[in-house]
């Protein structure tokens, strides 16, 4: 198995759930995003989302979206992203999955993107806007090098669409709480505790929650029934809110660990 299945199967074993946070490469830097994923390890990540800034990020909210618009201003790429990573690597087992749209990955080459990927010790790639038809290719070539291959299911999905999802899945299932873009709600959607439910019918692979997470309480909540709580916008906001603070890594660590008391 690799690092995903491994860290579910213990999580499993130990009767927990998990804890998957998601931050903006380069935002506010790639110095800060190398000591973030050390960070992130350490205060208990089940795993982390690693994103890929992009330009025009149609699912993400606006939290998302100006983090995107911060790290571009940068001008690095996505071997610097995967650079970033590999340093954290040497100092961390958690499992780190990159997390972009195609386009920045179509242009980087997938058969490169591949192989970099592997090198940099990521573990599997997550593309948001790749549906199961049409991902063949990439699929492929993450597999020559034994990434995982994540897809998001959504409330709106198909008995079909989940079926194709679970056949070509890996790692994990990343569930939708909702439609729409990106951000924190008060309530996670109803909705999300069904999506669950159906997905199960098809996949054994553990399923995680995501969209509109925001504290501790609706963590509890979705633990309920879901493997594992992703949390982006809401920790993206904290970096945002505290961009200038001399311990900002300190306090990312500190609103993690505040979610993790409840797992």
Known sequence: MGRIADVFAALKQHGKKGLIPFIT???????????????????GATLIELGVPFSDPMADGPVIQRASERALKHGFGLQDILD???????????????????NPLLQFGLQRLAQAVSDA??????????????????????????LDMIFLVAPTSTAERLRLVAEHASGFIYAVSRAGVTGTREKVSAEAEKLVKRVRQFSSLPVAVGFGISNAAQVADVHRYADAVVVGSALVAEMERFADAPDLVERINQFLTGLTASA
């Open 25 to 43: 490469a380069g935002d506010p830097d790639l110095a800060t995003t190398e000591q973030l994923l050390i960070s992130l390890s350490q205060a």
């Open 84 to 102: 970033t990573a590999a340093r954290a690597r040497k100092q961390i087992d958690t499992p780190i999955i990159l997390f972009s749209y195609y």
């Open 121 to 146: 010790g990521l573990d599997g790639v997550l593309v948001t806007d790749l549906t199961p038809e049409e991902s063949g290719e990439f699929e492929a070539r993450l597999r020559e090098h034994d």
